[in-house]
């Protein structure tokens, strides 16, 4: 993890003014949050497949560890809701196949009696009570509490579908008690395959290898959520430069459904993603025969061995749609040996957006690869709320508000450890970070 950034080639507006259109390209890595917010709800989203029972036990466990890294972070302030869904949303109650019933757990928050709250509601509690102690419904250990609850799931459809799950969630209205307007809304998604939200019950029409949508499996969802390079997607071998298809009819843009998320809490500060999947890539298309037949499956991208062994299919809709969340979306690797690390260096990213602190996350641009090291070059602009664009100046060269970048040890889980601050009253407008593209 490359940390040495010299602040001199870290280059910002040495004026105020409006954005330079004939400027070089640039890339959003980061809005501002405009206040610290010790509110968060929770939401774990975990698949029902039963490859999944024994790391959704391994995640879930882990669980109590964060409750302990944000209140060290949040301290007395912290008031957290959690609850958990799945990503069985069944196959749009056209049929019965493969453990897809009907709407599937159609986003609505899990109970079990095995696994009680004191007050009966269908989500946990951590908040502040009076004389500094905290009012749970839970007893022990959240991580036991939300192990309780994962230990029953699994079982279920293979046609995962965590983003439609979420934004189902948001409107279903048993769920209302959990979500709060103004709390920032944290959602953990976990699966060994991609999205799969579905658009149309076409996606689950009969079919037999050689029609147009070849046998009802779970590759339909690649086949019809992702473009590659590759044509043919069916045909077996390595594909290369792939991505969400835009002109997907039978499934959903993952980027689509987010926005309805998004809309629901009202302001970009309270939406966060954290997607625990396969890696994007390699991506490879293999054939297998279940008894039927050879047929086409995607070859994962990565094996777990925490617990039973996982082999994880690349997430290429999950970790674009985390993508499209700048600043407030991170994809990390379900076959990490260390998943309780990967949740911890997660959870200080939820930490920096709880806090308002400015972390540049990601890999920042090299904006002059044939300089040795990192040249970071970075512009913050005030966006208005008519999306009029103004540059912040340096701090110390007289101008208000200004922005000042600076190495920053609590940033140290994001690859530069860089930190944007703002000094200065910007209004309504939000702040972007934007950094420049190396030439093409």
Not at 187 to 210: K, N, Q, T, W
Not at 389 to 406: D, I, K
């Amino acid at each position: 993890m490359w940390k040495n950034v010299a602040l001199s080639s870290i280059l910002i507006a040495s004026g105020c003014g409006s954005v330079d259109d004939q400027a070089p390209a640039r890339q959003t890595i980061l809005t501002l949050p405009r206040a610290a917010n010790a509110k968060l709800d929770v939401l774990i989203v975990l698949d029902r497949s039963a490859s999944m029972a024994a790391v959704n036990q391994t995640l879930a466990t882990q669980f109590g560890s964060v409750t302990e890294t944000l209140r060290g972070a949040l301290g007395a302030e912290l008031d957290l809701h959690v609850g958990l869904i799945t990503s069985d949303l069944g196959a749009l109650n056209t049929l019965s196949v493969g453990g897809c019933e009907g709407f599937g757990d159609e986003g609505r928050l899990l109970q079990d009696a095995s696994c009680p709250r004191s007050d009966g509601l269908a989500f946990w509690r951590d908040q502040p009570a009076a004389g500094g102690a905290r009012d749970v419904n839970f007893s022990g250990a959240l991580g036991d509490a939300v192990a309780c609850l994962a230990a029953n799931i699994t079982q279920g459809c293979g046609f995962e579908q965590p983003i439609a799950a979420l934004a189902r969630a948001v409107r279903e209205p048993s769920n209302a008690s959990f979500f709060r307007a103004d709390a920032v809304l944290a959602a953990v998604v976990v699966s060994d395959e991609d999205d799969c939200s579905a658009a149309s019950s076409l996606l689950f029409a009969p079919g037999v290898e050689g029609s147009p949508l070849g046998p009802l499996t779970s590759f339909r969802c690649f086949q019809q959520g992702v473009e590659c390079a590759e044509p043919d997607l069916r045909s077996v071998g390595a594909k290369s430069s792939c991505t969400t298809r835009v002109d997907a009819d039978l499934v959903s843009a993952p980027a689509e459904l987010l926005a309805e998320v998004r809309a629901a809490k009202g302001d970009l500060d309270r939406f966060f993603l954290l997607t625990i999947t396969g890696p994007a890539e390699p991506v490879a298309v293999e054939l297998v025969d279940p008894g039927s037949g050879p047929t086409a499956q995607l070859a994962p991208s990565c094996t777990s061995t925490v617990g039973d062994t996982v082999l994880a299919a690349p997430a290429i809709r999950l970790i674009e749609a985390a993508a499209e969340v700048p600043g407030r979306g991170v994809s990390r690797s379900l076959c990490a040996t260390d998943l309780g690390a990967e949740l911890a260096a997660s959870t200080r990213s939820l930490i920096d957006l709880a806090t308002a602190r400015g972390c540049l996350p990601g890999e920042v641009p090299d904006a002059d690869p044939a300089v040795a090291g990192l040249q970071t070059r970075c512009h913050a602009i005030a966006v208005a709320a008519d999306g009029s664009r103004t540059e912040l100046a340096a701090c110390g060269t007289g101008s208000t508000p200004c922005v000042t970048f600076e190495v920053d040890a609590a940033c140290d889980h994001h690859p530069t450890s860089l930190r944007a601050e703002v000094t200065g009253d910007v209004g309504a407008a939000r702040v972007a970070i934007e950094c420049e593209l190396p030439p093409t």
